[in-house]
């Protein structure tokens, strides 16, 4: 109502007066420009993340086809099921829009169209990998900003060939700048036809991971669990893994689980858990190849002594 009591105020008030979008004279200027677009982070999105807290980066290793992005998707669909990182709560994500576009492959569409797989990750000329982000709040108030890598394949297939092939600048930036890996053994490879092959290639990666991992925590991932390996293959596989990396864990994976919903994402929030309890509780964080911001607040790293 008017405040001067003006019965038919929009025509007779003075003061009434159109917006500036409605007179048509409105200038569309954005009201505040947000740092993140909602898709998946590159070296430039890391400077200013990396002013409120040092993001661990965890990084899948593996060939291409190894089940690394589907592991990503079905981690995001767990945690949209409320399903938990252990000693952890979801406290939010720049990039759902990223997670988004992966997970939507594995959702029940509308039409009534099943869950399919995520597509291959392209292989592009890029330096650095996808970057996936969730922030998580530890048990002890912490804000945790963990970055999960999405790297295609074939850079690890370079890599563990020639590391010094240029093919493989974003596997070097990977095994330099992680803060715990993931090792990838893909069960389906290893049960098929050119599984001798496959046992020789993922042992040259191992290799190549092990000469690099200086200290980091390696998880390795069995992914596929669903598809059976025989167990001398099995046997061979786990004996060079134990050599390679002695203090890692194995954790089997599928996306083909029986049983609830809430077991299936477990599998995958225990790996994302134990590397990152261990990084805390073991490791101090190195540090990260972020340009230093121009923005003195953002600059801002507290008082020194
Ligand atoms: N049986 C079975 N197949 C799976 C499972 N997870 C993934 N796959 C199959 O593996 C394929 C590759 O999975 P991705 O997650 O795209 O593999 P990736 O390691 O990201 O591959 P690149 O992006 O090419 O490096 C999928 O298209 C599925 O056919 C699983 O749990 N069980
Ligand atoms: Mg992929």
């Not at 690890?156 to 092939?165: I, L, S, Y």
């Not at 490879?189 to 925590?217: C, M, S, T, Y």
């Amino acid at each position: 109502m008017c405040a001067y009591g003006e019965q038919d105020y929009r025509a007779t008030c003075k003061f009434f007066g159109k917006n500036d979008a409605a007179a048509g004279t409105a200038v569309p200027e954005p009201v505040t420009e947000f740092p993140w677009t909602g898709s998946v982070f590159g070296l430039d999105d890391l400077e200013w993340l990396a002013a409120r807290s040092r993001p661990l980066i965890l990084a899948p290793v593996g060939p291409h086809n190894a089940g690394k992005t589907t592991f990503l998707a079905a981690s995001y669909l767990g945690l949209c099921h409320g399903a938990r990182v252990e000693q952890h709560r979801f406290a939010g994500s720049f990039t759902f829009g990223g997670w988004e576009n992966l997970a939507g492959y594995m959702r029940y569409a509308p039409e009534g169209i099943g869950p399919q797989f995520p597509p291959h990750t392209a292989n592009t000329a890029q330096r650095v990998p996808g970057l996936l982000h969730v922030a998580l709040r530890r048990t002890d108030g912490r804000l945790v900003d963990a970055l999960l890598a999405d790297a295609p394949g074939e850079w690890f297939n370079k890599w563990a060939t020639n590391v010094v092939h240029e093919d493989a600048e974003g596997a070097r930036w990977t095994a330099e700048h992680a803060d715990g890996f993931l090792f990838f053994v893909d069960s389906e490879e290893l049960a098929g036809a050119n599984r001798g092959v496959a046992r020789d290639d993922l042992f040259k990666l191992a290799q190549r991971l092990a000469e690099h991992r200086d200290g980091r925590p390696v998880a390795v991932v069995w992914s596929k669990a669903d598809v059976t390996v025989r167990p001398a293959i099995r046997e061979q596989v786990e004996a060079r893994l134990k050599q390679l990396f002695p203090d890692a864990r194995a954790f089997p994976v599928t996306v083909r689980q029986p049983g609830p919903a809430s077991d299936a994402a477990r599998q995958y929030l225990d790996v994302v858990s134990w590397l990152l309890n261990y990084r805390s509780e073991r490791l101090p964080f190195a540090s990260l190849p972020v340009r230093r911001a121009d923005n003195p607040f953002l600059a801002y790293r507290g008082v020194t002594a």
